[in-house]
Structures are given as C-alpha cells and as structure tokens.
C-alpha cells in the first residue's frame, strides 16, 4: 500500500493561479505571486498606481480571504468571498462613508 500524503488546503494550485489573473485582468488590480518564507507562492494585489501591496490574499475552506497590508500594526481581514470574482467585486468597491 502507498503512502496518503495530506494536500494543504491553503496551497494555491495552478488552477487557482489561472482564476486569479484572469480575474484581476479586468479589475482595478495587479496581481502578483511572490514566495513567502515557505518557498510557496503566494498572491498580492496591488491596487493600480500604488507602489506596494494592498492585500495579501490567502485560500480558505471557505473561499478566499484578502489580508490588507499597511505599516501600522498587524494585518487584518479587509474581505472574504467564495470566488475570486466576488473578492475582487468587494475589494474594488469604494469604501462606504458616514
């Protein structure tokens, strides 16, 4: 008998990769896959004409998640969504005002 070798859910696959640049291909987003200390690959958003990341998007059981990337303090969740389509929807919509 083989081995069962437990696949990482939060692993983006290549399928994943294809779903995502297709969808910031139409969006106010550049998308980007960096490395992270791990050696995986991992995606950020960078809003158009900024300079650094906006967001860091992770996988869920549940969807995706965006984790906003500031200079104060520890990231939080800016958005989550089932599909990347919907995630990207959210997080280009602009920022309700009291």
């Known amino acids: 008998m083989g081995s069962v070798v437990r ?10 990769r294809r779903r995502l640049t297709a969808t910031a291909g139409g969006s106010p987003f550049d998308l ?18 900024h300079l650094r ?8 059981v549940e969807g995706w998640e965006a984790i906003a990337l500031g200079n104060d303090g520890p990231s939080a969740v800016a958005a989550r969504a089932r599909n990347a389509d919907e995630l990207f929807r ?9």
């Open 7 to 16: 696949f990482p859910g939060d692993l983006i696959t290549e399928h994943d």
């Open 32 to 49: 980007e896959f960096r490395k992270n200390g791990q050696g995986i690959l991992a995606p950020y958003l960078t809003r158009c004409e």
């Open 53 to 60: 990341p906006s967001y860091r998007l992770r996988k869920t």
């Open 90 to 98: 959210t997080l280009a919509a602009p920022a309700e005002r009291n």
